[in-house]
Every structure is written in structure tokens, then in C-alpha cells.
């Protein structure tokens, strides 16, 4: 096990109805208050009026910036810290999937310096001191909400970038598995394939690879995911089932789980994002896209690869008939046989990308993940992934 | 799932080495410092040296609380209240086993107060504040520094009581799984079966019985300490393997491991703290001749526990020869034998504590811990559970 640092101290209130805590907390932390949110969707749930309520019952001034878009841009993020630098905001509530949470996080950094926010993520400067952010996640996806990462898309130079701070954890994160349930069907699932790329990519992308407590601790949260997935598909609508997804998700991306792998290189990430700069495809769906991609190019090459893969197929789909190592295929299947249940996409021509942009997505990996892929995936690595995502 | 609050503000500092970073966390908390401590053994392995070399280099002064023994008692704790009271204390660092930092969080809630620090402990009056306790582990068993829980005992009633405050987390838990090298053979193991019952008592005991996560995690981190108790057997002076164990004893009673079971009935846990109340039998041994007993007396009449049973043996002994649902006998052999192979004690003889203690083991049940086993254990049960600890 690699030495590690961790503390997180973002607090979490989680159960149905949680959302009427918001006016609990607020006073801890003080107005004007800047409301960062997506789309309309939490206008028809009543979860606006329930916010708004809370603020105007404690007599705080507040802002709104609405609409931010799901691969959540330099501008709106520059729009929100115009408006907390002239309204004097002295906290940030974001309400919506990991995009709105994300946004908050840049803004909540942004409005306590000068220079302009996109230097937190085109140089080494990283935020040290951010307003306190409330989150409250709509959609069971980023794990946004309880971790100190933001994932930002210069629509100018078209990179996509994340960072790291610590004060970027929220101060709060309201787990309300009621406002998960009116998202609809397809972006649920793109939410499961993400928040399960985010165990997938540490267990195999970690310095280190092989992690008693950690591979067993990733493992039985893989298999609860892939559980409550197909719970999910039966019966969508069942609350005690969004709960499952909601809470795997906040769990999925909480840094202890991480921990004494030393460094991960989220190698599939780091791939959608290129893509994600590029085109506005939903980053589930774009992961979905390539897990497979990737699990095929690492089954035909990478030795240490095809041994934990075996462990991963017996552990997290139940199959018995594996054998210690893997033969690439096996696993291969396993995972496109459940994205298949799931109806995921399996080309990036779902979204209207052709193949012809093969050489414009493998140009913006090299340009705006430069070095972050160091000693993990080659440029023939990366251009036979990158084919086989269409 | 049921509702559930969490906050965790610990930091963690993680590796072999890990103790010198103390005099980097020290100035964040300040003197003067109260070092409290059980034996002499951090002074044969150096520990004590750099601990005093740290604050000395800082410059702080500093008073020490040594001798606190394995049930810590009142009569210690007051002690180390009248010194931080004396000596203005400014922050705690608690050095070695759950007791020695069990014995910190009290003196450090108790050196707030005016009243007697008991008062925490035989009413409903709880800590609101306390000094910053920095924590360092020697031993990984208790889990102590990662949670705001503190078991003492009042050796003139002879209770053994524990309780719980957010105040009470360590701010700091420095993990350097090298310190815990030098302890004995007999109580490493009983360190591990005290973390063991932190997982294996939620997992049963909860108000919810079910649920797909919380369940698949727990089941992963009994296995890793399972696994790591027979690498242990093997190379007992291996520090990774150490490593593992530390960690492990940290997770094991990290909150949010139990969060949505709703009330968590500590039944073992209540029967070893009215036998540790009465006799200085170590917490982890009583614990282990106390699970079977109470293995046996759930295998004979409850359906629940059977079912889940049947699911425990399978995912944590590996065990596929069980039915859907336990028959009783199989719990209790597997777990027999893993305990009988790391030489266990199965009788509470072993500590000179005679069958004719039954009636005051009981009576220190119904006195002591009143009220905390309402409509789980019945007088009957106990009666069972505690004739089979000899």
C-alpha cells in the first residue's frame, strides 16, 4: 500500500425529503446566496420553490445562474463569478447533475481571485480558498458532491479539464434520492456507467495493482452497482431503488476508496474528456462508448491486466467459468452483455460523430490531455481504442 | 435505506514514517500538550522520542498521562483532566491502543467542563466540546481514531460504558502501520477480532437487516480481515501485511461503513463491556468468546439471522456448500474454526473468570448497560449467551 493523505469534510444528509434541511443549514454559512442550476426540470419537481422558499424564509438576497449545460463551459462558469463578485455572494447552492455541481465548484474558486478562473486549469495554480458550496445532486452520476473535483470545457480552445482542492468539497451535500426520480430513463443509465467507471478506472488504472481491503472494498461496490442497475430497469420508478443508485453513486467517488493506490491515471476519463471538449455527448454515454473499446485494446496486451480482470469477472458478474487469468474476451463480453441490458449506446455515431473525426479526437487528446497519459497508453494505443468507438 | 447524517473530519495520515509528520500537525493546534500514553513500550520503540523530540523542537510545553490501562478507567481519566486543567492543555496526542485514546477523548471533552466527566457517561448530558485530540494508534484493533465513540470504565461501579460525540473524531489520526510491528502476538489477533465484530455487528445487528451496498461492503471488508488474518499467521512481522491490519482496523469502524441500517444494537459489544466493567480481560478476547455463544443462541430461534447467515458464510468463508438459508451449525463452525487458528481463547476460564461469575456477570448486564439490549436479548438469551462463555 501506497502512503496517503485523506480528509474530507463535506457533511451528508441523506433520505427522502432531505431537501427541506436546506434551511437548516443555510444559516451556517450566510447570504447573498448565488443558486446555480440546469435545466428547468427542478421548477416542474417543486424542488425551486422549496430553495427559494428556504432563502426568502431567512431573509437572504439571492442570485440565480441557470442553464448550465452539461458539459458545463468557461463561459457560464465566467458568468456565474461576475455575478458573485458584484452581488457580493457569500454562498453557493448548485442543484442539478455533476455539470451544476462543477460549475460551483469553478465559480465558488473563481470569485475569490483576480485573475481569471481558466488559470486553475491551463497552469499548476489550484485554488486554495473557494465560498462553501451546498450541493444538492439531482441525478446519480459524478459523485460530484462529495469531493473536491471539477471537470470544466473551454468551449474556445475546446479542452475539457479537471482539477483537483479540497475547498472544493461541498460544506453540504443533501442526498434526496425524490429528486433523482423524474430524470428520465437514458440519462439514469449513462449516470450508472459513470459512477461504475469510477470504481472500474482505480481497481485497474492505480499504481498500485493488486489491493487486498481496496480490490475487495471496489469490487462489492461494482456488484452492488450492476445489482441496482437491473433492479433499476424493472421497476424505474421505485424510490428505495433511486436511493440504492443515489447513494452508490456519492460512494463511488468518495476519495477513501482510492486511497494507497498512489497515483490513478483514469485513463478512460481522461479519453471522454477529450471527446466531451469536442462534441456535447453525455459523459456516461461517451464512458460507455469506450469502456469496451479500452477493455479490448488492454485484453490483447497487458498481462497484469488480464489477471485482475479474471478476479473482476468472477467477483462482480458471478462467473465461475474463468479461468485465474483472463483470455481478454471474457471480460469483454461480460461488460458489453450488460451495457447491452441497458440499452447503451455502442458507437459515438449515436451522437452524430462519424468516423471520419477519429483523427480530430485523437489530435484533441494529445492537445489538451497532454502528459497525463504518460507511460500508460501509447499513440497506437490510443488511435485503436479511438477507431473502435464507432 | 434509512435517513442518515454524516460527517467524518478527521484527517488521515497514512504510512510507515508517518509519526514524524506530527511536528508538521502540531502548530495547526498549539501548546501547551498533554501526551497521554499506556505503557512503556512506545519508549523501547522510539516513538516516545520522537514525539517529544517534535514538541520540544516546536517549543511547546508539555505534561504526560502514562500507565492508562486496557479498560481505561475513570480514576485515570480525571486524572489526566486535573493535569490539562492545571497545565492550560491545549491539545491532546494520544498514543497507543483504543484505550489510550479512548482515555484522550475523555479527558479531552472533560477538561471543557465544570461538572464531572462522568456525568457523560450515566446521563443523557453528551460532549459539545473538546480539545483537539491528534490520535496515533499502536495497535490496530479499535478503530478509535477514526470516530468520536469513548468506552470507559468506573472501577468503583463497574461500569463500562461508551458514548459517542462529532466532538470527540481526532482531528488528526496518524497511521504508521511500523509502530504497530512491536505488539505481541496474542493481542494483535485480539485486535482483530475486535475489528472484525465492528463490521460483523452492524451487519447483523442493524435495524435494517437488508440492503444491497452497505451488505456487499461489509461482506468485503470481513473477508479482507479474514484473508489478512491468515497472512498475518504466516509472516507476523511483515509490515504490509501490518499495514493492511491498521487500515482494515480504521475502516472497520469508520461511520459511514454503518450509515442507513437505522439503530445499530452493539449486542456483543454490550456483553463484553459489562465483562470488561467487571474483569481486566482484554476487550478483543472477551469479544471472541462471546461471538460464538451468541452465534449459537441466534442460530436456534431467529429466521433473520439464518437467512443472512447463510449469505455471510458464503461471501466471507467462501463456503458454497449452504442452502438459501443457515442452519446454525454452519455459521458457528466456520467461525469456531478461523478463530480456533488464530488460537483464540473459547472460554473466559482462560482469564481465571469461573462459571460461578455467571449470576454477576448478569446482573452487571442488567445494571450497566440497562436499556441498550431493550427487545433484542431477552433475560432468557442472556442467561444462554452467558453460560456458554465457559
Chains 1, 2 share one sequence.
Not at 498481462?303 to 474463468?322: H, P, T, V
Amino acid at each position: 500500500m501506497k502512503d496517503f493523505y485523506f480528509i474530507n469534510q463535506t457533511k451528508i444528509l441523506f433520505g427522502t425529503g432531505k431537501i427541506t434541511s436546506l434551511i437548516d443549514e443555510l444559516p451556517n454559512y450566510g447570504g447573498p446566496i448565488l443558486l446555480v442550476y440546469g435545466k428547468n426540470s427542478i421548477k416542474k419537481n417543486g424542488t425551486y420553490q422549496v430553495i427559494v422558499n428556504s432563502i426568502k424564509e431567512l431573509g437572504f438576497d439571492f442570485s440565480e445562474l441557470s442553464g448550465v449545460p452539461s458539459n458545463p463551459t468557461l463561459n457560464i462558469v465566467r458568468e456565474g463569478i461576475n455575478l458573485a463578485k458584484k452581488n457580493k455572494i457569500q454562498t453557493v447552492i448548485s442543484v442539478g447533475g455533476g455539470s451544476a455541481i462543477d460549475a460551483a465548484k469553478a465559480i465558488a474558486a473563481g470569485s475569490l481571485v483576480d485573475h481569471d478562473v481558466w488559470d486553475f486549469f491551463n497552469s499548476d495554480k489550484r485554488p486554495k480558498v473557494a465560498l462553501p458550496i451546498i450541493a444538492v445532486p439531482t441525478v446519480a452520476a459524478s459523485g460530484s458532491e462529495i469531493n473536491g473535483g471539477t471537470v470544466i470545457t473551454n468551449q474556445d480552445t475546446k479542452e475539457k479539464i479537471g482539477i483537483g482542492s479540497p475547498c472544493l468539497n461541498p460544506k453540504v451535500a443533501i442526498l434526496d434520492p425524490y429528486l433523482t426520480l423524474s430524470l428520465p430513463m437514458d440519462y439514469t443509465i449513462y449516470g450508472i456507467v459513470d459512477m461504475f467507471s469510477h470504481v472500474f478506472e482505480p481497481y485497474f488504472n492505480g499504481e498500485v495493482i493488486s489491493l487486498e481491503i481496496q480490490d475487495n472494498l471496489a469490487e462489492a461496490l461494482m456488484l452492488s452497482i450492476i445489482n441496482i442497475s437491473k433492479q433499476f430497469l424493472v421497476d424505474p420508478q421505485n424510490v428505495e431503488n433511486r436511493a440504492d443508485l443515489l447513494w452508490a453513486s456519492t460512494l463511488s467517488f468518495y476519495p477513501l476508496l482510492f486511497v494507497g493506490r498512489g497515483k490513478i491515471t483514469f485513463e478512460v476519463h481522461i479519453i471522454a474528456h477529450a471527446i466531451g471538449g469536442l462534441y456535447n455527448i453525455p459523459h456516461g454515454a461517451a464512458i460507455a462508448v469506450i469502456i469496451p473499446a479500452w477493455v479490448k485494446l488492454k485484453g490483447k496486451k497487458d498481462e497484469m491486466f488480464l489477471k485482475k480482470a479474471a478476479r473482476f469477472s468472477q467477483k462482480c458478474f458471478k462467473n465461475e467459468n474463468i479461468n485465474d487469468t483472463s483470455d481478454g474476451n471474457d471480460i469483454f463480453e461480460l461488460i458489453t452483455r450488460w451495457f447491452s441490458q441497458l440499452g447503451l449506446p455502442t458507437s459515438l455515431k449515436v451522437f452524430d460523430v462519424d468516423k471520419s473525426e477519429c483523427d480530430s479526437i485523437l489530435l484533441n487528446i494529445d492537445r489538451s490531455q497532454k502528459g497525463l497519459l504518460k507511460n500508460r497508453l501509447s499513440d497506437n494505443d490510443l488511435e485503436i481504442i479511438v477507431r473502435n468507438l464507432f
